[in-house]
Structure formats: structure tokens, C-alpha cells
């Protein structure tokens, strides 16, 4: 079976690392026991990306770089996004691989007006997400993770939002029938959101007393969750479709 393939493009603070694991880590346990193999690849040392027909579907993880700094192996992973798109092939983007889907794809990413989104937020979704297969079957409104200082701005050509709030509005989109990006994590716990405000008010990137509010405020996220054990059966099902597809050829 094609495996789904989780393209690693930055790390976590490395306590947090050593106390719960990486990202990968994180949303290989998200999954959970999906009936798909999943293989991790680190673009930024890989010699070369997978064939578009060898993978099941890929999830960008998010990082600490920024979209906007066009590493050559982010806009190598950019065109092969693109590919992966134009062939149906399913993929979800993490914040920092959210933010390269749009850009991948014609829409705009720059660092937010307001600055820095943080915490546990409320994300409430559209119309469209009603009657999206990934979305479908969430509340209107539910809980998610978030920290990041960049944003799609604007979305692609012929993007579908599914859900924002007053902060982001564009927290989720779709492209196409099986590309999605999600600025916010499904992938955190409470204790990775919790050790990422930790870990930047020691830095002096929040006020004390902000940093208290945000803690008081984390609570667990499951609804976002599930998004990533439904995203695995989606490519799941996609790639035994193309082997049917194959087969009777």
C-alpha cells in the first residue's frame, strides 16, 4: 500500500521535544491506528522528493521559519504541492504548510497586522464546510490550537474557505476535492499548546500577564483532532481507489 507521507519541515522547542516528541510524533498520534503505513520525509535534507505516484496523500507539519523567506527547499516543496494537486492527490497543510499550499498555489502570505495568534481559539466554519469530506460533521463552532505570526492574506484562485474567526479568517480552505490547509494544529495537545506559551513568554514574547490569561484558557481540542485520523482515511481510501482504477486497466 502507498504510504502517506509527513514532510517534517521544522521542529518544536527541543524541551518540549524531548518532553512529548516532534511534530511528526504528534500527528502520527493523532492518527492513531489508520490503515495506511506513514513515512516521514525532512525536505530540507532529502535529495530528492517522492514521486506524486508513489504516495497515498502528504501532511506539511508547520515550523518556525516563515513562508515568506522562499527557501529553495520550500519552493521545491511548493511546485511539488502543486503537482500533487493538479493530480487529486490528497494533502493537508499545518500552519507553515497551510500557508505554502496557498502560496504554492497563487494566493498571498505575509506576516499578520495584528501579530502573533496564540492559544486555545474558537474556529467557526462556513457554509461549504457543511458539505466538505474532511469538515463534515463538525460543530459550526469548535476549539483549536494556534501560534503563528504569518497568514494567508488571500487565498488561491478558486480556494473554498471553510472556516476562519475575527483574528484569521481564513483558518481553513480547501483547493480542488482533496487539498486542505488548517492554520491551526490539530495536532497539539493541551500540553503542547501549553509548553509553546511557556516557552515564549520565557522569551519575552508575551507579557506576564498575558501568558497567565493563555494558559488559564488552553483546553483540549478534540473536535480539530479529528481531523487528522479523517484525513488518513481519506488518503487511505483515495489510494485504493487508484489501485482499483490501475488493476482494471
Not at 57 to 74: C, E, L, N, R, Y
Not at 87 to 107: D, M, S
Amino acid at each position: 500500500m502507498k504510504p502517506l507521507v509527513i514532510f517534517k519541515v521544522g521542529e518544536t522547542f527541543s524541551g518540549l521535544s524531548r518532553q512529548i516528541g516532534d511534530f511528526e510524533h504528534w500527528i502520527m498520534n493523532g492518527i492513531g491506528s489508520a490503515a495506511i503505513p506513514v513515512t516521514v520525509l525532512d525536505p530540507r535534507t532529502a535529495g530528492a522528493l517522492p514521486d506524486i505516484s508513489d504516495v497515498a496523500g502528504a501532511i506539511i507539519t508547520g515550523s518556525h521559519g516563515m513562508v515568506t523567506d522562499q527557501a529553495p527547499w520550500s519552493e521545491s516543496l511548493a511546485a511539488w504541492l502543486r503537482s500533487a494537486v493538479s493530480h487529486n492527490v490528497p494533502v493537508l497543510g499545518i500552519c507553515y504548510g497551510h500557508q505554502l499550499l496557498a502560496h504554492a498555489l497563487g494566493g498571498e502570505v505575509s506576516y499578520h497586522p495584528e501579530g502573533i495568534e496564540l492559544g486555545t481559539v474558537s474556529v467557526r466554519l462556513t457554509d461549504a464546510a457543511r458539505l466538505d469530506s474532511l469538515f463534515q460533521g463538525l460543530p459550526d463552532e469548535f476549539g483549536a490550537q494556534v501560534v503563528h505570526r504569518q497568514s494567508v492574506r488571500k487565498l488561491p484562485p478558486g480556494a473554498v474557505l471553510l472556516g476562519g474567526n475575527a483574528f484569521e479568517p481564513h483558518q481553513a480552505f480547501r483547493v480542488g476535492d482533496a487539498a486542505w490547509g488548517v492554520q491551526f494544529h490539530p495536532e497539539f495537545s493541551s500540553v503542547a499548546m501549553s509548553g509553546y506559551i511557556d516557552e515564549l513568554g520565557r522569551r519575552s514574547d508575551l507579557e506576564p500577564m498575558a501568558s497567565k490569561s493563555l494558559l488559564k484558557n488552553v483546553l483540549a481540542t478534540d473536535d480539530a483532532a479529528s481531523l487528522l485520523p479523517k484525513f488518513a482515511e481519506l488518503a487511505s481510501r483515495h489510494s485504493a481507489f487508484k489501485s482499483g482504477s490501475s488493476e482494471n486497466r
